[in-house]
């Protein structure tokens, strides 16, 4: 299952689409409604990081999204979620960090996003934009039905 | 289509502010700069006692966060900690992702916060 959204940074846009990403994480996942939420959570601190740092909330520029749902060899369901921005590209790619201090501010929704997703990364494409990608594994449970 | 968030201020004793907020605190809620510039209002007037009721709270992010992270700083400073009343089970786990639980004081009431208050070695006022 492929699912593809282009939104801008706009509130009432973003806000739909979050409402629209919900339900199909609700969906993915089966029983599993925090791990909908969390990963709802990351998409949600992805697309606020593009605004804020890279398109200096200039609202009228897009965003790509698009989710990947596949499953591995052991039928566990695999999230791959990509969002592409048109803003300057990064020098170097971004690493989030592995510990946070307990009152700093910055970084602290990289830091959550790598927590969550099993794999994240923020990586320069080319010479215009750049590419957030984050992995989520989903193990089967046994009432859970393969996608395929 | 707004994500709303609403709040309720008691000030008690110009010493310990209750903020009970509504609703989602996220930087797309309407509002969420008003709320901000009141949090810092109270912490300007010498508040660092502050009391979260988020029983009635869906859903926060990074920037919710970071409030509560400046609110917390500043009890810090003073010896203290912020209080919060929360049961929302996806607004706990995301407390838990963040670290930020181990810099707050949960209580299961507010009557159980004032408690802790009026017994805390903080620095007064």
Known sequence: MIFKFTISGKEEEIVEFEKELLDILLRIVGDEEMVAHEIHFCVHEAILNILQHTYKWNVNLPIDIRIDVTEDAKSNKILKISIKDLGPPIENPIIPPKQIEKFQLRKRGLYMISKIMDDFSIEPLGKNGNITNMKKVLTLKNNDVPII | ?125
């Open chain 2, 1 to 125: 289509m707004e994500n709303k968030l609403k709040v309720k201020v008691s000030l008690i004793d110009d010493k310990i502010c209750v903020l009970t907020i509504f609703g989602e605190l996220t930087i797309f809620s309407n509002d969420f700069d008003l709320f901000v510039k009141e949090v810092n209002a109270y912490m300007k007037m010498g508040i660092f006692r502050f009391i979260l009721d988020l029983t009635n709270l869906n859903y926060i992010d990074s920037s919710g966060i970071g409030v509560i992270i400046r609110l917390a700083t500043n009890a810090s400073k003073h010896n203290t900690k912020i209080i919060t009343i929360c049961n929302n089970a996806q607004v706990l786990r995301i407390f838990s992702v963040s670290n930020i639980d181990k810099i707050l004081k949960f209580v299961k009431s507010v009557n159980e916060g004032l408690e802790f208050y009026n017994n805390d070695q903080g620095v007064s006022q």
